[in-house]
């Protein structure tokens, strides 16, 4: 009866933890499928993919180009979710990277050239802040 009730227990564990992976995945799908329609930067003309416009007037104090381009911190910002394997790390990823407004990339990132992270602009902030924690956070 022991060993019964041991493998029922086990089971029930692996199904659980089964369950726990799918609501990540979920999870994980429904933020960055919510990260991608976000608007891409009204101040830009985007000429192709990685290509794009910017009156110098609009650039600000940061005149990096990956600062101002939305949807290349979109793209970053999806491949840091998606490296995310518990509900646990995801939270703790998305609110730092709200908190801080900064994404640490991934080692041998391809977008790093000789850069830890990334400075988000503060409406990618604000995008990703009204998809996590809803329209009325602060």
């Known amino acids: 009866m022991k060993q019964n009730k041991k493998e029922h227990d086990m089971g029930r564990i ?42 110098s007037s609009d650039l600000g104090d940061n ?3 990956s600062y101002h381009d939305y949807s290349f911190q979109y793209r970053v910002l999806i491949e840091r979710i998606e ?30 050239r000789g850069m830890r992270g990334l400075q988000l602009h503060p409406d990618v902030v604000n995008g990703l802040r009204t998809i996590y924690r809803g329209v009325n956070s602060g």
């Open 14 to 55: 692996d199904n659980l933890l089964q369950r726990h992976a799918e609501i990540t995945s979920e999870l994980r799908t429904e933020i960055t499928a919510a990260i991608s329609a976000l608007p891409d930067n009204p101040k830009i003309k985007r000429l192709s993919r990685q290509c794009y416009t910017i009156n």
């Open 63 to 65: 005149w990096s180009a």
């Open 83 to 112: 490296l995310t394997d518990s509900i646990e790390t995801l939270d703790k990823l998305v609110n730092m990277i709200i908190d801080s407004g900064f994404v640490k990339l991934p080692e041998g990132h391809h977008a790093s």
